[in-house]
């Protein structure tokens, strides 16, 4: 069973289109730049980590709507009043990444910590979706409860 509903079409389409252009879509007509993910599972949980380098944690949103997680930042980059900028490669601006999460997560019980400009977010396994033992009963067994 999938963890994170995955399109592998759109997902390559995707990464196509970051390649060629950086960004992905607007927001309230802004660029908007997509945030890198890492996903790993961990026994009973699935954990997601974005990379957000210098952005507060008081800046980023984290939604649940339905099954899809958002996450949504703003970086602003400022030079002071007395500096001239001489160069700029860091990225400002809007940062966003939805992720489509599978029926076998508990997204009531997400928790999200912020440390060193990595939003990591943890997510249980639901108990329905866990491995469990089941117990193999006996042609005994059968013909004791059809009697």
């Known amino acids: 069973m999938s963890m994170l509903a995955t399109d592998p079409v759109l997902d ?3 990464r196509r289109f970051d390649r060629l252009f950086g960004e992905r879509g607007t927001f309230e007509g802004a660029p908007v730049a997509t945030v890198p993910l890492d996903v790993t599972r961990h026994d009973d949980r699935l954990v997601l ?3 957000l380098p210098g952005i507060d944690p008081g800046d980023i949103d984290v939604t649940i709507d339905g099954r899809e997680l958002t996450v949504h930042a703003e970086r602003h980059l400022t030079v002071p009043e007395d ?7 860091r ?3 809007i940062f966003e990444r939805r992720v489509q999460l599978g029926d076998s997560l508990d997204v009531d019980a997400l928790t999200a910590d912020h440390h060193h400009g ?3 977010i943890i997510i249980p396994v639901a108990a329905a979706a866990k491995p469990r033992k089941v117990a193999i009963g006996s ?3 059968v013909e004791e409860t059809t009697n």
């Not at 500096?83 to 490669?89: D, F, H, K, L, M």
């Open 118 to 120: 990595v939003l990591q």
């Open 139 to 141: 042609a005994v067994d």
């Open 49 to 51: 980590e974005f990379d």
């Open 91 to 93: 990225v400002s601006g």
């Open 12 to 14: 390559t389409m995707m």
């Open 83 to 89: 500096a001239t900028r001489v160069r700029s490669e």
